[in-house]
């Protein structure tokens, strides 16, 4: 199966990595970063164009663009994996819907496109016999789309509870092991690579929204938008807060809910008991499933990361293989 990348930072760089050092069947047939592009029907050398990168800052041809690789390349799939910008989901939202309109199958890791235009994407598809595939966007490496989609398939979905963020769960858990104030764990998190140089989307609590928009959408297809989701950040939470949570052997977490029939659709700190299934530690992500049949699931993993993100990927773009090839 032929694949063309947009986007060649962390994600884009461990799909290029995966790719070419497993037996997966893909071949990058076109590949572009914000600078240049490269296209080549037969196979992009790959280790070739990541020492390209690294030396020289930019991937292929500077005459080439993004929209051209997108109009012009030779691919099945396009893996869009540029920065999401959360106000308007361009650039990528119109990279989506020319590879759509050209026939092609499209998996992101973007939030911009499906948080904003989930249903208005799926008609497109739907409409030009395509598949539009988003597991990365929430949950980094956990497989919740698929665990929702495919896994509880005729399950009812009750409700959703979920650690979607995990730079904020990093600095929760360092202010209740180590008595850190906000500011000193927020210092400690960026120090690691958790947190952005501007962490307003994460503690916030709205890059944690924006995935609860896109979980409730999948399921519940409801069309809501981030200015429904009733958002309270943790960068207010104190030490003492989390004191007193120790003391009763509870803890704060960041958790987003969505339960439809209550009518809540929520992130906000809240006291769990340090033995809830939710409370993972680091910068762990975590996803409570409520359904009819199947009761309560949990799944944890990691919520970021280049070779994690790409996981999900790669499982959006081989399950589109293997649905087509069956002629779904
Ligand atoms: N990193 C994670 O763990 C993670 C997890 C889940 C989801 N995501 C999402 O996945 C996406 C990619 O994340 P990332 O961490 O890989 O971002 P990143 O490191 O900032 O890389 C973004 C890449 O996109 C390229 N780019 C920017 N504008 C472009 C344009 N107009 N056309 C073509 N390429 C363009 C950049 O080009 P240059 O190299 O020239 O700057 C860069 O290569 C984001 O939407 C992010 O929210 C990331």
Known sequence: MKIAILGMGAVGRGVLELVDGKDLGLTVTGLADSKSGLMDKDGIHIEEVLAAKQERGYCG???????????????????????????????????????IARGNHVVTSNKGPIALHYAAL?????KHRVSIRYEATVGGAIPVMHTLQHGLAGNRVL????????????????????GLTYDQALLEAREMG????????????IDAA???????NTIWKRNVKLDDVEITGIDMLTTDALRLAEEQHCTIRLIAEAVP????????????PKNHPLVVEGSLNAITIETDMAGEITLIGKGAGSRETASAI???????????ARGH
Not at 122 to 126: D, G, K, N, P, Y
Not at 194 to 205: L, N
Not at 261 to 272: E, F, I, Y
């Open 61 to 99: 041809d500077k005459s080439i663009s993004a929209t051209d690789i997108v109009e012009q390349a030779d691919y099945d799939v396009l893996i869009e994996v540029t920065p999401t910008d959360a106000k308007t989901g361009e650039p990528a939202t119109g990279f989506i819907r020319k590879a």
């Open 122 to 126: 799926q008609s497109l598809a739907r």
């Open 159 to 178: 409700a959703i509870f979920g650690i979607l963020n995990g730079t904020c769960n990093f600095i929760l858990t360092r202010m209740a092991a180590e």
């Open 194 to 205: 958790y947190a952005e140089a501007d962490p307003t989307y994460d503690v916030k609590g």
């Open 210 to 216: 924006i995935k609860l928009v896109i979980l409730s």
């Open 261 to 272: 029939d209550r009518g809540v659709l929520r992130v906000a700190p809240r006291v769990l």
């Open 314 to 324: 790669i499982g959006d773009v081989l399950f589109i293989r293997e649905t087509h």
